[in-house]
DNA sequence: ATAGATAAAACTGCATGCAGTTTGATCGTT
DNA sequence: AACGATCAAACTGCATGCAGTTTTATCTAT
């Protein structure tokens, strides 16, 4: 018994193809795994020590996730995001969280307009302190917060879904100078404007904050071509 | 040589998994499979004549697509979109045809404007007549373009997905006295925007449409439960 | 008669094996 | 020397089998 709850303990949280689904986005986000790079099934069902069914199913998923591509009788490879879709997708993005931002500033809660704002205030701390990566931690949950105040599971998951497409290259953005502090006035701004429940204000600014930020990344993008 | 060719004439359409994944949406959507219904891989596998492992990374995809619903070691279900996410769909549908048909006011080419407005105009013609069937397919392709007209892949994958699921309750909606007429003016509003590049415009028609599909549907739903 | 326990049947999760396809390296030809 | 053909190694697509879980049917006790 001890024996088996330990192995579950060790390989669970979830099935494995959860599990194989989620290293292996992580591999690709982090940036671990460069566009255009093979993903061949029997590597990595070695490298995390499965077979190769739960290493196909977990690609498969990926796919539909769009992290990978795929063709038949060929290996799967990390989609390249950077050659042609950067600006597609960012503006996708866009789109995205100005719904989201209008919706929410139509239909948040008391509790999450303060949630929203408290924690938009103290993030200000890790803005004086410069603080990239946990700034980096608030701004997701920041935005993720937009997400959820708009109220609607689909859209919900289609902006976290493009927002994990655009992970590589968001993450790095707050290294430039002077956008932590750019960001937090965007920030500001949105947050104003829901608590107002000014929808198109909040509407406009978050459409500009990402635009903003998708200046910034392809840039960054650029750089490390 | 023959031999072979045969085979793939017989199976091809590309791989097995990928005909599955046509051949089980195709069930959920035409309404053969109800919401709710148990999706064991067995009979899948035994009705198609394959094995089962097709079959699973089928149900995966399907899942990804979100016709069914799955949970660890329990069979696949149908997805009950019914229930309580039909609205949530119709909200996030009405704003992605939003956010196409302004961008497709602001980007439509010439000839994507000429090719927009033809076909609506013949499609008055299937108004008249009353062709339920074939004034759907014409909506269907009507929609596509405004879609394709945003020139931006990522949204035209967003909602193509979404549109996917929603399929089971638009297909009835002609079926209700007098939508088609209604249909077809809802259309000229967008048409006649886009074709003077209002961009609002076309937005806020594109907008109302889905809204009132939406309430059209919603009866529908109603009335089969 | 109903509720709960128990056991068997059914089904999912994963591993493995084989057939067919792609990849890439070697050899021969121009 | 460069290009193309040929063949072997590597890899994907699918089938099948076993272990473990869920579901269902039967039996027992209140």
Redesign the pocket.
Known sequence: MTE?KKR?DV?RA??????MVRAVADLIVTGQMQPGE????????ARF?????????A?RQLCAMGLVG???????VVTNVTDSHLSVMFEAMAELERICARLSAERMTVEERRGLDLMHRASMRLVHAGDQEAYAAHNMDFHTRLYRGAHNDHIFEMVTQTRARLAPFRHAQFRLAGRLAKSYAEHQEIVTAILRADAEGAARAAYAHVSIVSEASTVFAADHR
């Open positions: 088996k579950k390989i979830g099935t494995t193809v959860e599990q093979r993903l061949d099934e029997l590597s990595l069902a020590d499965v077979s190769r069914t739960p290493v196909r199913e690609l795929r063709q038949p009788n060929r290996s799967a």
